[in-house]
Nanobody, 119 residues
């Protein structure tokens, strides 16, 4: 199994920055893609950004140029640097890890960290 713990959320003014961290433990050698999702009240959980084991990245269009996902494979941590934050970025941010098992793959989720951007 893989366990994930997010940190770094908080309250920030519009235009500010935050860096989220997600630390993985357990079967970390089996982790392939890691990703950040977010869910605002009353809305579905949406992909923010993902990063493969080799470092390839993918971003939702609205985050391109403002958010940067990175990964430290030695420490088993994935980061999300968020700049130029907007009130509409307010959400609970979740970390996800996709990891291989004998018969396929599974996803592990963190508990989420709240990001609130004030106007």
């Amino acid at each position: 199994q893989v366990q994930l713990v997010e940190s770094g959320g908080g309250l920030v003014q519009a235009g500010g920055s935050l860096r989220l961290s997600c630390a993985a433990s357990g079967r970390t050698s089996s982790i392939n893609t890691m990703a950040w999702y977010r869910q605002a009240p009353g809305k579905q959980r949406d992909l923010v950004a993902s990063i493969g084991s080799g470092g390839s990245t993918n971003y939702a269009d609205s985050m391109k140029g403002r958010f940067t996902i990175s990964r430290d494979n030695a420490k088993n941590i994935v980061y999300l640097q968020m700049n130029s934050l907007k009130p509409e970025d307010t959400a609970v941010y979740y970390c996800k890890a996709s990891y291989s098992i004998a018969w396929g793959s599974l996803d592990a989720w963190g508990q989420g960290t709240q990001v609130t951007v004030s106007s």
